[in-house]
């Protein structure tokens, strides 16, 4: 199961207390306690692993390593290691109690969740003319803290949308090494897959069903992965009694959801077209024609309506 939607504690490093120590070698005073190490920070950084966020599905806390305290003869502790913690690219970071929102839009992004405590000072730090055996120390200052809900949009260039079973799986596994499950029956994919087409990145969605802006079926939990995609493909099954009211259906779903996803460049493709008759595939294509004039007929048991495809997506490619 992907987990898209998750809410965490992050609490960065303590900074360690500065010692207070004294030379022991007779011929030579004076104070040698030195100062705490920094807590260790925690980073969010980005990654293409998509299920990046399932680490968080039982452990809902991230906790960063203390700063050492310092130690005699002027060695200050080791500062407490910084925490790297991989989310998918495209995780949105809410930051709960500050309302602050930013985002990882590429792999290898950093952005800092929570700064460490600073090391306190040493008495080797409060030397003065005056003041020649000083026993004041300073105590580490406390790492930040915060709960953090993190939820992953995904990032592509294409979506594969459509009703269940309209051959979504089976589109993106023959344009790309994707291995996402295929099965003639509705609901075969319960969570996103991506798949790479040269430099074009294709999501397929879940299949919406009406009244998923609503909550109902999958809901809202996949409608927000169409968000940052830039184009549409919209598959409707030949199989399908009113080609018209499928289309119709989704694009209301879309709009409830959000407008915009209803206003995004779409590609609408009749898939499954070697289940029908010629005539049947032609009336049907006709009608589709009428709403959309992006639309082409396909099936992935036909090499050239497949080519076809991919010269849609050349075309999108050489645009970017």
Do not use: C
Request: zero cysteines; aromatic letters at 8%.
């Amino acid at each position: 199961m992907l987990i898209d939607d998750v809410t965490i504690k992050v609490r960065a490093g303590n900074g360690g207390r500065g010692a207070v120590a004294f030379e022991k070698n007779k011929m030579a005073l004076g104070p040698t306690g030195a100062d705490g190490g920094n807590g260790g920070s925690i980073y969010f950084e980005g990654v293409s692993d998509l299920s990046a966020l399932n680490q968080f599905r039982n452990k809902k806390d991230a906790i960063a390593k203390d700063g050492e305290d310092g130690r005699s003869q002027y060695r200050d502790g080791r500062d407490g290691a910084d925490l790297i913690l991989k989310v998918p690219v495209g995780t949105v970071i809410y930051k709960i109690e500050s309302g602050e929102i930013q985002e990882i839009v590429k792999i290898g992004e950093r952005i800092l969740a929570v700064k460490g405590g600073h090391g306190g000072k040493g008495n080797f730090k409060f030397r003065a003319p005056h003041r020649t055996s000083p026993k004041k120390f300073q105590y580490g200052l406390p790492g930040e803290s915060l709960a953090t809900r993190l939820e992953l949009k995904l990032i592509a260039d294409v979506g594969i949308i459509g009703l269940p079973n309209a051959g979504k799986s089976s589109l993106l596994n023959e344009l790309t090494q994707a291995k996402s499950k295929v099965a003639n029956y509705p609901f075969t994919t319960l969570e996103p897959n991506l798949g790479t087409y040269y430099k074009l990145i294709l999501a397929d969605i879940p299949g919406l069903i009406e009244g998923a802006s609503a909550g109902k079926g999958l809901g809202i939990k996949f409608l927000r992965h169409i968000e940052r995609t830039k184009i549409l493909f919209h598959l409707i099954s030949a199989e399908s009694e009113n080609p018209a009211k499928d289309y119709k259906l989704i694009k209301k779903e879309l709009a409830g959801y959000n407008k915009e996803l209803a206003e995004k460049s779409e590609y609408l493709f009749l898939s499954k077209s070697d289940l029908l008759s010629s005539e049947e595939i032609k009336e049907k294509f006709k009608t589709l024609k009428k709403i959309n004039s992006n639309t082409t007929v396909i099936s992935t048991y036909d090499w050239d309506s497949v080519e076809s495809v991919k010269k849609i997506l050349n075309r999108i490619e050489s645009e970017k």
